[in-house]
């Protein structure tokens, strides 16, 4: 996906016959003021008659330092986009535009400079020196919000669809066990019965950031649930089913065409759905019907339930024809079960990717991994065991040309790190035989019971049991899974006085995304768990040092319990050292929006262990999916500690313990062990680092953000 920071709009000029004539071509400044000697710098021009007339073409060409521009866009008839080309290094440069015969030039306007220019520096450009390998897709949460709306309701078993005749996502119903306002219910907990804590809300958002209520809890247009399915099938949306928190099933099919006004199909006052009543029953999309299969009895007796695995389809939503009875698990049929999200067309077959049997006794919930699929409905083929455990309540989806398996409850798979309870985990597979995860640490929050909804550009993730915060408070925030395509990256080579590689050490790289930055600017996409690129051994900056990265980097949450003791929790520049068990001497890098630094101390802690201490200024550098900033810190050769945001100090002044020169060893992380580790990996895109062996000072901090910001935008 291209992330692009520099949008611009191509203006044309329409002029009738009693138009004022255009202005004379006129150059009156340039920002920013510095370009890269590489080229690649983008710069804003303004001035007066770009545009032309009906007998004047526009702007046909811009040359900086001599060198015509890379590209030119012309905005408006006072702005011109323009991109660098390769120049010599040196002040002073015109920059010259041509519209026809007549010439403009503003002189003297920019410099070509670099910090790669500076002595004994280390410019790490991505687009400059990365080694890469073979093609590949990473994935990246970014939180869209902290807060779908202050008046909605944490629930989990609500389902979230993209409506293309609405332009909208649309989160129907769900439960919630509180009493209002935190909840549904107007009575006590476990008081009445049957009980009030499930809804017939309906939200929706354009993009996941802003949401609108729109239709209220209690309405009553379709019975209140969670746990139903909700399918996109003829432009229209397709509830099936639900509870029996009411006391009864949600025996009904309900459609609408806009996410606001919904119909009964069948169900209570119509005709009822031919299947036998039930819950948690599963469906989908194929073969141009609507699908319905399995599903389970929940009330009564646990020792009683019905697990059903009968097939149902429709042509119309109302008629509907069974494809294949209840019957006895076999080679080609899976037991009964349901308790997922729905199926899905893929590859020119409907599957059924894991299953579940939910009990309430000593026995516990029965979570089957098995992927089936078929082409008929009646015949299925059963495929290879997959390496995720079985869930309970998680969702499916395809997804990116991809099938994809996301969250639920599991009782875990320690032998592989994965553990019981609510999972983060999230697999997919390009084949259902293969399967791959997002990192075991990925930061969005683990759930079950979610609403999860796609589109061509992203995964949306909103609602969900994660939301009743599990004593952090409740968690009202929705995500979105981003694909960044391009090439994994084995090394990085700095640009400056000595020849400095980074590479990676295992399978897990970054990737070198070309466009990260807008067209033709590319950058590193960290995954925050495993990528990450180190030296062969430890440089250590006795005289001090400079610090600085270009990146966009989103919302990153700490581990449950996580208290930052060594190595911010998004380390950018790491320095494992002498330290006890190789342990970081100092690192650099992002936590909770701030430019963070940890300083090993000389003196020991109360028990003679080490300590560090920590630095932390600035706000706002990871919100959302993540601004490109310019940011670091200086370190004097005295201990002074100094934060620096787009080139501007700062914050106050601190002290690190001068007695222990600061080292750095690797990008993207601060260790390698198999805790600590990824907890302390930078999640983002890095478009530039720049490390300096002493503390620059404000004139030259300020020549960099130029430099950055002809570069990378912002």
Request: charged share 20%.
């Amino acid at each position: 996906m291209r992330k692009g920071v520099w949008i611009v709009l191509v203006s044309v000029a329409c002029h009738g016959e009693d138009a004022e004539p255009s202005p004379s071509l006129g150059l009156s400044a340039v920002v920013p003021a510095i370009v890269d000697p590489r080229g690649g710098s983008r710069l804003v021009v303004h001035g007066v008659g770009f545009a032309g007339t009906a007998e004047l073409t526009a702007v046909d060409s811009v040359t900086v330092g001599g060198v015509p521009a890379t590209e030119l866009v012309v905005v408006s008839d006072t702005e011109l986009h323009v991109r660098s080309s390769a120049v010599a290094s040196g002040g002073d440069l015109d920059i010259v535009a041509r519209r026809g015969g007549e010439e403009a030039v503003l002189a003297d306007a920019v410099e070509a400079w670099s910090p790669a220019e500076l002595p004994r520096a280390s410019l790490f450009d991505a687009s400059s020196g990365v080694a890469v390998e073979e093609p590949t897709t990473t994935y990246e949460w970014q939180r869209l919000t902290p807060e779908i709306a202050p008046d909605w309701r944490v629930r989990d078993g609500n389902t979230l669809n993209w409506l293309p005749s609405a332009g909208r996502f649309v989160m129907i119903a769900g439960w919630n066990g509180y009493q209002v306002p935190d909840g549904f219910s107007v009575d006590p907990p476990d008081t009445t019965y049957p009980p009030q804590n499930t809804t017939d809300e309906v939200w929706s958002s354009v993009d996941g950031v802003t949401w609108r209520l729109d239709v209220s809890h209690g309405t009553g247009q379709f019975e209140r649930r969670h746990s139903h399915n909700t399918v996109l099938w003829n432009d229209r949306l397709w509830m099936i089913g639900g509870d029996a928190h009411q006391g009864f099933y949600n025996h009904d099919v309900v459609s609408s065409a806009d996410g606001v006004n919904f119909t009964v199909e069948l169900g209570p006052g119509t005709t009822e759905p031919p299947w036998s009543e039930r819950a948690l029953q599963v469906s989908g999309v194929y073969d141009g019907k609507l699908w319905m299969v399995g599903g389970q009895d929940i009330l009564g007796a646990p020792s009683e339930y019905v697990f059903h695995n009968d097939v149902w389809s429709t042509e119309d939503g109302v008629h509907w024809t069974e494809v294949a009875a209840d019957g006895p698990a076999s080679d080609t049929r899976w037991a009964g079960c349901g308790v997922l999200d729905g199926l899905v067309d893929f590859r020119g077959e409907m599957w059924l990717v894991g299953c579940a049997r939910e009990r309430e006794d000593a026995e516990g919930h029965s979570m089957s991994n098995e992927v089936w699929s078929t082409t008929d409905g009646v015949t299925w083929r059963l495929h290879a065991a997959p390496p995720w455990v079985g869930k309970i309540w998680p969702n499916v989806v395809v997804w990116d040309d991809k099938l994809w398996i996301l969250f639920g409850y599991t009782y875990g798979d320690p032998a592989n790190g994965w553990s019981a309870g609510n999972a983060n985990e999230v697999w997919y597979s390009e084949d259902g035989e293969t399967w791959r995860s997002l990192p075991k640490d990925a930061p969005a929050p683990g759930s079950h019971a979610q609403g999860v909804a796609v589109t061509e550009d992203f995964l949306l993730y909103a609602g969900g049991n994660y939301s009743f915060g599990f004593g952090a408070g409740v968690d009202k925030s929705a995500w979105r899974l981003v694909p960044f395509r391009g090439e994994a990256a084995r090394s990085w080579t700095a640009l400056g006085d000595v020849q400095v590689v980074t590479a990676a050490t295992d399978a897990n790289r970054p990737v070198l995304v070309p466009d990260a930055f807008g067209a033709g600017a590319p950058g590193l996409q960290f995954d925050g768990s495993t990528s990450v690129l180190s030296l062969a051994q430890s440089v250590s900056q006795p005289e001090g040092r400079t610090v600085l990265w270009v990146a966009r980097a989103p919302y990153l949450p700490a581990p449950w319990g996580w208290e930052e003791a060594y190595a911010p929790l998004g380390t950018i520049v790491g320095g494992a050292g002498p330290a006890a068990a190789g342990m970081p001497v100092s690192s650099v890098g992002l936590s909770s929006g701030q430019v963070t630094l940890l300083h090993l101390d000389a003196e020991l802690g109360l028990y003679g262990e080490p300590r560090w201490s920590r630095f932390a200024q600035g706000s706002g550098l990871q919100e959302g999916p993540g601004e490109v900033r310019l940011a670091g810190v200086t370190q004097g050769v005295d201990g002074a500690v100094q934060v620096w945001i787009d080139g501007v100090a700062v914050g106050d002044v601190a002290y690190a313990d001068p007695s222990i020169a600061p080292s750095w060893s690797r990008l993207g992380g601060a260790m390698d062990d198999g805790y600590y580790g990824p907890n302390t990996r930078f999640a983002g895109t890095l478009g530039a680092v720049i490390i300096v062996p002493e503390a620059v000072d404000a004139a030259t901090m300020a020549r960099i953000a130029e430099w950055a910001r002809g570069r990378f935008g912002g």
